[in-house]
């Protein structure tokens, strides 16, 4: 997430992120709710990259991302049921989570009704 952030500041179109089952999982999140262009695997020797490429708006130079902000730390994590999973700018924004039945958006899960920890605020 970290990665992304910053590039999304320096205004680079692609990064390359260690490929994890987390991060290719947000990335997928990413890709489907419309802050990411093209999420894809590439593999240099023994290394798997993650490559995504950023979404930008067709005037403005900017990013969709606006911001992207890591909740639940390794030293302060943070867990949410259901029924009390914020909502980031009214529903604007989405809240990543890590539940019991895989990485998913905060609509989803209360749609499943299921809790989990928070991982980020993206918006």
Known sequence: MTVIRNADMAKKRTVRVATTNITEKIG????????????????EGQK?????????????????????KRTSKPGLRIYSNSRE????????????????????????????KIGGEILCYVW
């Open 85 to 112: 999973i914020p909502k980031v700018l009214g529903g604007m924004g989405i809240v990543i989570l890590s539940t019991p039945q895989g990485i998913m958006t905060d609509r989803e899960a209360r749609q499943k």
């Open 28 to 43: 997928r999140i990413l890709v489907r709710e419309g802050f990411l262009k093209d999420v894809r695997e590439h593999r």
């Open 48 to 68: 798997s990259l993650l490559i995504s490429t950023s979404k930008y708006r067709k005037r403005k130079k900017n990013t969709y991302i606006t911001a992207l």
